[in-house]
């Protein structure tokens, strides 16, 4: 009689995967299907108008092309630098300004000394931006199956863990647009990975290769440092330190310095446009202040006190929410670093959608350590998902509407929502996977 029982409780746990695999890949494939059809069929019956669609992004994926959202600006400062080398590179007239630290722009300095001519460049970062959307998409089955552990993972779960991952819209759009961010979406995800490993040295390195292109990502390090994880700590600073070595020796001490000047300007103003996702983007649109739906790199919306207030102290909670909410059994842990993450992208004024790529792994830990078996509301889970992976494009149809437009903002709501579900969500599952080392 007891071995009948606990057959049958072994059975039930094992049915338990089951189940929310055969759900999750049907959630996954009418969620595409809803974003590629249902919204087609909403804007044309319901505001008789077109609305922007996702196919572009993909054509491009699977045509080997891009724009060069972030690589112009990059390679037009490294070019102006080879030139004038001894003039200040953020004083540059470009098309577009370089907002990244000059750490970012080493490896293309490196191309171009190589003997590489500009489209050879473009050329070469397109293919390494394909293959970091493919790297991307794998490393979070990877993912999966250090979550999952004895559980495995099934046909299914493979399946919606791909297919959730290559229509997680931030992705794509970063490879679409030519941006830098899709290197650190696979930065991150690999931090991810290490990190439920329990490697913290290569997880500290990915945090430092972070904060070499986005310097809003230096909070992990802090965050590091706060919850005593010093082997992640170390290997960051030392990673840093190298990185900023190398930069001062080829850009020299002064254009380097030149960048918390670009920074403080960028604390003060950013753009209206909706593609903002920020509470600074949310507050100027809703006041129609600045563009919304055109977009000129150049145009920023007249400065309002109260909103640059209003953003600083947004900043604030929202840093000291995540650095400090009651640790206990969290500490340390992936939904303390997820926390953080979040924070590091949401707080700032600029968090442009694909910035929100890094919450992708963060999904896939939160599936597969924690709803996967029942703990917690999937449906809330769900809401956040459809928030951040999907082009929301008919909620554009509102931007002339007052009050109304404040949902243009949905990834950043579902960014809080995520956030919210991080900080009641318990460091590890059972021995599931590996929990870091505390060192």
């Given at each position: 009689?007891?071995k009948?029982?606990?057959?049958?409780?072994?059975?039930?746990?094992?049915?338990v995967?089951g189940?929310s695999?055969?759900?999750?890949l049907?959630?996954?494939?009418l969620?595409?299907?809803?974003?590629?059809?249902?919204?087609?069929?909403?804007?044309?019956?319901?505001?008789?108008?077109?609305?922007?669609e996702?196919?572009i992004?993909?054509?491009y994926f699977?045509?080997?092309?891009?724009?060069t959202?972030s690589?112009m600006?990059?390679?037009?400062?490294?070019?102006?630098?080879?030139?004038?080398?001894?003039l200040?590179?953020?004083?540059?007239?470009l098309?577009?300004?370089?907002?990244?630290?000059?750490?970012s722009?080493l490896p293309?300095?490196?191309?171009?000394?190589?003997?590489m001519?500009?489209?050879?460049?473009?050329r070469?970062?397109?293919?390494?931006?394909?293959i970091?959307?493919v790297a991307?998409?794998?490393?979070q089955?990877?993912?999966?199956t250090?979550?999952?552990?004895?559980?495995?993972?099934?046909?299914r779960?493979v399946l919606?863990?791909?297919?959730?991952?290559f229509?997680?819209?931030?992705?794509?759009?970063?490879?679409s647009?030519g941006?830098?961010q899709?290197?650190?979406?696979l930065f991150?995800s690999?931090?991810?990975l290490f990190?439920?490993?329990?490697?913290?040295?290569?997880a500290?390195?990915?945090m430092?290769?972070?904060?070499?292109?986005?310097?809003?990502?230096?909070?992990?390090?802090?965050?590091?440092?706060?919850?005593?994880?010093?082997?992640?700590l170390?290997?960051?600073?030392?990673?840093?330190g190298?990185?900023?070595?190398?930069?001062?020796i080829?850009?020299?001490?002064?254009n380097?310095?030149?960048y918390?000047?670009?920074?403080?300007?960028l604390?003060r103003?950013?753009?209206?446009?909706?593609?903002n996702q920020?509470i600074?983007?949310?507050?100027n649109?809703?006041?129609?202040n600045?563009e919304?739906?055109?977009?000129?790199?150049?145009?920023y919306?007249p400065?309002?006190?109260?909103?640059?207030?209003?953003?600083?102290a947004?900043?604030a909670?929202?840093?000291l929410?995540?650095?400090?909410?009651?640790?206990?059994?969290?500490?340390?842990?992936?939904?303390d670093?997820?926390?953080?993450?979040v924070v590091?992208?949401?707080?700032?004024p600029?968090?442009?959608?694909?910035?929100?790529g890094?919450m992708?792994?963060?999904?896939?830990w939160?599936?597969?350590g924690?709803?996967?078996?029942?703990s917690?509301?999937?449906?809330t889970?769900?809401?956040?998902?459809v928030?951040?992976?999907?082009f929301?494009?008919?909620?554009?149809?509102?931007?002339?509407?007052?009050?109304?437009n404040?949902?243009q903002?949905?990834?950043?709501?579902?960014?809080?929502?995520l956030?919210?579900l991080?900080?009641r969500?318990?460091?590890f599952?059972a021995?599931s996977?590996?929990?870091?080392?505390?060192?």
């Open positions: 009689m007891i009948t029982t606990v057959d049958m409780a072994v059975s039930r746990n094992k049915a995967p189940r695999d055969r759900r999750l049907l959630f996954m494939l969620n595409i299907l809803a974003v590629n059809a249902g919204f087609r069929l909403i804007a044309h019956f319901v505001f008789h108008t077109a609305v922007e996702m196919r992004r993909y054509w699977f045509h080997f092309q891009q724009w959202d690589w600006p990059m390679l037009g400062s490294v070019n102006y630098f080879m030139a004038h080398p001894g200040a590179i953020y004083q540059a007239k098309y577009d300004t370089l907002i990244y630290p000059l750490t722009i293309l300095l490196w191309m171009k000394q190589a003997g001519s500009d489209a050879g460049v473009l070469m970062l397109m293919i390494a931006s394909w970091a959307v991307v998409v794998a490393l089955a990877r993912i999966a250090v979550v999952a552990g004895r559980d495995g993972l099934s046909w779960a919606a863990i791909s297919f959730g991952a229509f997680f819209m931030p992705i794509t759009l970063a490879y647009l941006q830098a899709i290197f650190l979406d991150f690999l931090l991810v990190w439920i490993e329990g490697r913290d040295r290569p500290g390195m990915m430092a290769l972070l904060a070499m292109v986005k310097p809003q990502f230096g909070l992990l390090l802090l965050w590091a440092a706060l919850r005593r994880r010093w082997n992640a170390a290997s960051g600073v030392v990673t840093l190298v990185g900023g070595a190398v930069s001062i080829v850009f020299g001490l002064r380097n310095l030149d918390l000047g670009v920074m403080a300007g604390s103003k950013a753009q209206s446009h909706y593609a920020s600074f983007g949310l507050l649109r809703a006041i129609f600045g919304n739906l055109p977009y000129h790199p150049y145009i919306p400065f309002v006190p109260w909103i640059y207030a209003v953003t600083l947004t900043t909670a929202l840093v929410l995540a650095l400090a909410y009651p640790w206990r059994e969290r500490a340390g842990g992936m939904a670093l997820s926390a953080i993450a590091s992208v949401i707080a700032t600029m968090a442009w959608e694909h910035h929100y890094v992708l792994p963060i999904f896939v939160l599936w597969f924690q709803y996967r078996h029942g917690g509301r999937v449906w889970l769900a809401l956040a998902w928030l951040i992976a999907d929301l494009s008919p909620l554009n149809l509102l931007a002339a509407i007052p009050v109304a404040v949902l903002s949905y990834m950043y709501f579902g960014a809080l929502i956030l919210g991080l900080l969500t318990s460091g599952r021995a996977y590996a929990s870091p080392r505390k060192t």
